[in-house]
Each structure stands twice: as structure tokens, then as C-alpha cells.
């Protein structure tokens, strides 16, 4: 029914920047909150972001905020989040969710394969 593809990972030094994408397949995305999260080597999955149906409300870890910055475009079906001042801390694998029961109270049904977020110091 739903499939997400992340892209846009990669290696970058600490300090820098980049840009996450997820695209989203079917027609319950615009409609849909959604999600970013990553997993560190040998670490628990961890919340990094989430936003609202239609862009409006946010919501972010407490080592993201002020750094990073999710948004959406539903005429293109995707969802980004924008990395800045990137730590070592950050490198992980990061998922796009996409979640069935809104923002607040998130389902998070749709997963996609998860794209890798190196940085070095």
C-alpha cells in the first residue's frame, strides 16, 4: 500500500550539512504525519523528527533541535530533514515513518529502508 524510499546520506565532516529526502508512494501521504528516526550502531532507535498532515506542527528530539529541521511537500509526496551542524554523534542509519494515527499520538506503520548518515571529525 505505502512504500518510502529515503536518499540523500552520505559522508560529511562535523559542522556540516545535509539534506534527507523520503518519497512517498500512494495517495494517504498527504494526509499523513510523518516521521524521522535513526539508529546508531549498537544503539536504540531513536526519535529525530516528526511532522504534522499539513506541515503546520513539529516536533523534534532533544538533540536535534535547534540543528535540524523537518518539512514536507505534498504536491511531491516527500519529506525532508534538513541537517546542520553535524556531530559525530549524529552518524546513523535515519528512517522515514509514516504514521497512521496522526503526530501526537503517532502509529508509525510505514517504514522505509533507511539511508546512512556518516560524520567525521
Known amino acids: 500500500q505505502v512504500q518510502l524510499v529515503e536518499s540523500g546520506g552520505g559522508l560529511v565532516q562535523a559542522g556540516g550539512s545535509l539534506r534527507l529526502s523520503c518519497a512517498a508512494s500512494?495517495?494517504?501521504?498527504?494526509?499523513?504525519?510523518m516521521g524521522w528516526f535513526r539508529q546508531a550502531l549498537g544503539k536504540e532507535r531513536e526519535f529525530v523528527a516528526a511532522i504534522s498532515w499539513n506541515g503546520i506542527s513539529t516536533l523534534y528530539g532533544d538533540s536535534m533541535k535547534g540543528r535540524f529541521t523537518i518539512s514536507r511537500d505534498n504536491t511531491k509526496n516527500t519529506v525532508y530533514l534538513q541537517m546542520n551542524s553535524l556531530k559525530p554523534e549524529d552518524t546513523a542509519v535515519y528512517y522515514c515513518a509514516q504514521s497512521v494515527t496522526g503526530i501526537y499520538s503517532p502509529t508509525y506503520k510505514y517504514w522505509g529502508q533507511g539511508t546512512q548518515v556518516t560524520v567525521s571529525s
Open positions: 500512494g495517495r494517504t501521504f498527504s494526509s499523513s504525519a
